[in-house]
């Protein structure tokens, strides 16, 4: 029962361009949505949030929108840079992030110089 | 600040042995999760504490995985017996409650466990 799918494995985009990673979600429950960067041989790193009340977050470079009616969020980088290449995770949980947390199966950014 | 720490980093055992995780989180957060990832796969909640007591152990193999948190620090995930489908990397992560009321997960680098 995958509750959070990333359905791309992977991404290909040119530096300068904008990466659009996406997210689905199954559990109309979840009010808390997050992704994570993973670079090999290191753990998580916490990238950027939304709570379900909102529709938009932005940090930077970095923004990520949710769709609650069809039940989907994505991430955008704008401008990609080569040292955004990693997985990203997207995650889902209850209580403000603090319970039953869900993460997708990653979807690899490769972002080309 | 120092981060979430785990060891050991690598560890590789043969089937039907046991092994132990050991993961000490960042001061002052009272909650602690172990994940298990398996290759290709998202990270998968074993169990949650809050301070030393069991907020989430919903999927945890009981009949082989154990974890404690002792006085509410650290804590050991344990395995035994292993068996071949446990090879995965180990995730600890803790986290403290924001003032908006929101909670973010810190991870430590992870163990990789490989069983022969």
Known sequence: ???????????????????????????????????????????????ISISSIKDKNEDGRFTVFLNKSAKHLSLHIVPSQPGD????FCAASLGGGGFKTIFGAGTRLFVKA | ?????????????????????????????ATLYWYQQILGQGPKLLIQFQNNGVV??????????????????DSTLKIQPAKLEDSAVYLCASSSRTGGGQETQYFGP???LLVL
């Open chain 1, 85 to 88: 290449s990693a997985v990203y």
């Open chain 2, 56 to 73: 989430d152990d919903s999927q945890l193999p009981k009949d082989r995985f154990s974890a404690e948190r002792l006085k509410g620090v």
């Open chain 2, 110 to 112: 992870g163990t990789r």
């Open chain 1, 1 to 47: 029962d995958q509750q959070v799918k990333q359905n791309s494995p992977s991404l290909s985009v040119q530096e300068g361009r904008i990466s659009i990673l996406n997210c689905d979600y199954t559990n109309s429950m979840f009010d808390y949505f997050l992704w994570y960067k993973k670079y090999p041989a290191e753990g998580p790193t916490f990238l």
């Open chain 2, 1 to 29: 600040e120092a981060g979430v720490a785990q060891s050991p980093r690598y560890k590789i055992i043969e089937k039907r042995q046991s092994v132990a995780f050991w993961c000490n989180p960042i001061s002052g957060h």
